[in-house]
């Protein structure tokens, strides 16, 4: 079952499944309320949604694992589990499998139960928790990267070096392959429940952080014997790349997952609703942008737009270029970022052109706009005079051309050039526009001009100074902030949302008490999908859609994949920074 349609988004009816329904949980004792049919065909249709039944079906095919086969059938199937999973995220209950039993021998309804299609042989809770606790090991073994790890109790030292030892790396990055696939199949399947009109609202526009869930009170010390009951996690930090030296700058024991969400680039923008589009769990600090490109898989395999890729200083200018800059471009992205203190000034050229904090300039542009942040954060300018600077940058900066190429290339021409010139040269005396008012006047013209001062307009390729490049507005100006922050506040928000006790409650590790990475990242995956689910509800409730008729906006053409692109692919040209580096 594939989770897009014939238009990149999938069917509308799917929608009315999901909220032409009554609220279905009548009370707050979480093991007495009854759930009935309306509260289960909302969790089925998101199961149904994400085809990722028919996953776990292929997936045992290939490991030579067919239940069909022959044997007794299972009298809890990968679907019914599932949905009674999703129904408990969904209310937002902790997510024990006593607590799926309670759902099943006291909660669920006649028809609801029926509907479900579970036997009624017994309300045995013993019998039924046994059932339970296997189907859900079952969905799990065929996307755990780490088969055959025990977790009934806490390695030595030596034990787990013989464990990560004997860990296979292939298998490892298959199955870690196949849980990204089959967590944002999920989270994908919430964000498909969006109506169309306000889907095609979205330019495509992308925020991208990495947030922190507390795995157990004891993590693995450097003094202790024992490892950690959850030994793949590892410890958190705030600052940085978040990742912890245990007594010296680690705050807990964490997973971190990364998180990508819509958004968009103009601040108060209400005309979508902004969910999150893909997930990616890891250990702290490590491989954070493997993790992060991992989490785009969902829009990077679908027929959506490309607007602009937005993240902390962790990914511009923090990343090696072949880890985030390169990949994400190729994808057809615009990066904007923040500059790091004692990075900014000039920081690469091309073809004349000069790449100073993140923007791309005219060769000519005055020393002192130039050094203008580098003398600010060294207190030699105030605040007033630097602000004067930036906007007098804007006179000189390079004008784009033509956007993003499928190369990932931008054709940028000279300020001094056509319409809209912003400043006046000796070499473009030709190709001013005469009715254009008052421009700067350049005055240091190039000794030995070339590139863009003789061309006019020039192509800057992926590899020009690709770790510091932007293609937003000029940097630490008042329209830098509204497409850098409104992202940002969006990311930020949902990260609350789901750690807070206010929301799904993520950060209390005894509401997701198995163990095991891929138990861990599958409850995440649950936990998003619940909140996607929280933001829709609310935003088509609100009262001005009601009658909301509104046209939709054209979408601008862009570069578009046109395939699903595995995390192996995306991560083709720096194969040393791969998945199976988090069980290190």
Request: net charge positive.
């Amino acid at each position: 079952m594939t989770i897009l349609g014939t238009n990149g988004w999938g069917a509308d009816d799917y929608v009315g499944s999901l909220f032409d329904v009554p609220e279905a949980v009548h009370s707050i004792d979480r093991r007495t309320t009854s759930v009935d049919v309306a509260a289960l065909n909302q969790a089925r249709s998101l199961v149904k949604q994400a085809g990722v039944v028919e996953l776990l079906a292929e997936w045992r095919a290939e490991d030579g694992a067919d239940p069909l086969r022959g044997g007794r059938p299972h009298l809890v199937t990968d679907e019914q589990v599932l949905t009674l999973l999703m129904v408990l995220m969904l209310d937002n209950s902790p997510m024990h499998i006593t607590r799926v039993r309670d759902l099943v021998c006291h909660r669920l309804t006649k028809r609801a139960h029926d509907a479900l299609g579970l036997t009624r042989d017994s309300r045995d809770e013993a019998a039924w928790y046994f059932r339970l606790w296997r189907a859900f090991r079952r969905v799990l073994a065929p996307i755990d990267p780490y088969p055959g790890q025990q977790y009934h109790r806490r390695y030595t030292k030596e034990e787990w070096k013989a464990v990560v030892a004997a860990r296979t790396p292939e298998v490892t990055s298959q199955r870690q392959d196949r849980l990204h696939r089959f967590t944002n199949q999920l989270v994908w399947a919430s964000v498909m429940a969006m109506p169309e009109k306000f889907r095609d609202n979205w330019d495509g526009t992308i925020c991208v952080d990495g947030t922190s869930f507390k795995a157990t009170w004891r993590g693995t010390a450097t003094r202790g014997s024992r490892v950690s009951s959850e030994p793949d996690a590892g410890w958190y930090r705030r600052d940085g790349d978040h990742k912890g030296i245990e007594g010296k700058d680690a705050i807990e024991w964490s997973w971190e997952a990364a998180l990508v969400t819509m958004a968009s680039p103009v601040m108060g923008d209400e005309r979508f609703p902004k969910l999150l589009v893909g997930m990616s769990l890891g250990q702290p600090g490590v491989a954070p942008r493997t993790h992060a490109l991992a989490a785009l898989q969902n829009v990077a395999s679908a027929d959506v737009p490309r607007g602009y890729a937005i993240g902390d200083k962790l990914y511009l200018p923090g990343s090696k270029p072949e880890t985030w800059q390169e990949p994400v471009r190729k994808l057809g992205y615009r990066l904007i970022g923040d500059q790091i203190k004692g990075q900014t000034g000039v920081q690469g050229t091309h073809d004349g052109a000069l790449l100073v904090d993140g923007n791309w300039y005219c060769p000519a542009m005055p020393r002192p706009l130039v050094e203008a942040t580098t003398e600010y954060d060294k207190g030699k300018v105030d605040a007033e005079t630097y602000a004067a600077r930036l906007r007098r940058r804007g006179e000189y900066i390079l004008r784009e051309k033509e956007g993003p190429r499928p190369d990932a290339s931008v054709r940028y021409k000279c300020p001094a050039v056509g319409l809209g010139a912003t400043c006046e040269c000796p070499l473009r005396k030709r190709d001013v526009d005469p009715g254009k008012g008052r421009r700067a006047k350049v005055l240091d013209v190039p000794d030995e001009p070339r590139g863009i001062c003789t061309k006019g307009s020039i192509t800057i390729p992926l590899s020009a100074a690709t770790k510091h490049a932007q293609q937003g507005p000029q940097w630490n100006t008042e329209a830098w902030h509204e497409a850098y922050n409104s992202p940002r506040q969006t990311i930020e928000s949902h990260n609350k949302f789901l750690k807070d006790s206010s929301g799904m409650q993520l950060g209390d590790h005894s509401r997701r008490l198995v163990r095991g990475f891929a138990a861990q990242a599958f409850i995440v995956a649950l936990a998003v999908v619940a909140d996607n689910i929280r933001v829709l509800k609310s935003f088509l409730t609100r009262p001005e859609r009601a009658n909301d008729d509104n046209p939709t906006p054209p979408r601008r053409p862009r570069h578009r994949p046109g395939r699903w692109t595995s995390l192996s692919e995306l991560l083709a040209a720096n194969p040393s920074n791969a998945p199976g580096e988090v069980a290190a």
